[in-house]
């Protein structure tokens, strides 16, 4: 295994502090020492702690917007869709949990200009969500009578929740919990057609690992 970067060494003292002590209690001083690097480094990486906490928050929201694009541009219809973007938002956590647990505790310490970055990554991805079940209500694979805006923000609700309680060592992995929340999901959203299409059910199928 290659040696960690000095960033990545240094990221991840921070998010350990910050997660334990929060934003403000520790210093630049707390995390060279965490990290076992020196200033020099840290200033080379990062202008500020300020500057850290933006790139902590950005990673996991480019990480999913990246997969949603993957999904949208890899699968031809909403449900697909739908389930992949459900699944790799999941996934998510088995390599960003401690990222999204700084992102809920510390995001109003961001600096106006960062969070307002933060902000457009978010908007974006609840609008790449926002379309695609309006898409599977148009084409008739998703229940009419759900409210698009209700129905993507209960995904949300349900999928960010997951950072208070997923523990790598537990009963499920990441990849059995990801079956999980996207069976829940999609059987509460289709339509009974879509629900028993065959073209879905063998892609739904061929995707489960439980």
């Keep these: 295994m290659p040696a960690k ?8 003292a921070a998010l350990k502090l910050f997660e334990e002590f929060g934003f403000h209690a520790v ?3 707390k995390i060279v020492q965490e990290s076992g690097t020196s200033k020099g480094g840290f200033y080379h990486n990062f202008k500020s702690k300020d500057e850290l906490l933006y790139t902590i928050h950005e990673s996991f929201i480019s990480y999913i917007i ?29 390599v960003y949990q401690a990222h999204v647990t700084v992102f809920y505790q510390e995001s109003l310490y961001l600096s106006p200009v ?15 969500m926002f379309s695609v079940v309006k898409e599977g209500k148009q084409q008739g694979e998703f ?18 929740w ?12 990441i990849r059995e919990i990801a079956d999980i929340y996207a069976d829940l999901i999609m059987q509460a959203v289709l339509t009974e057609e879509a629900r028993n299409n065959k073209d879905y059910q063998r892609f739904f199928l061929g995707h489960k690992v439980m």
């Design 143 to 160: 229940r009419h009578e759900l409210p698009v805006p209700i129905t993507s923000m209960a995904i949300f609700g349900m999928i960010n």
């Design 5 to 12: 970067s000095t960033k990545q060494r240094i990221t991840e």
């Design 66 to 94: 990246d997969k949603a694009h993957q999904a949208h541009a890899s699968w031809s219809t909403p449900a697909e869709k739908l389930y992949e973007t459900v699944h790799s938002f999941v996934r998510m956590f088995e």
């Design 162 to 173: 997951t950072y208070k309680w997923y523990k790598a060592e537990g009963e499920y992995s």
């Design 114 to 128: 960062y969070f307002d970055s933060i902000k457009k990554k978010r908007d974006r991805y609840k609008d790449m």
């Design 27 to 29: 210093t630049v001083d």
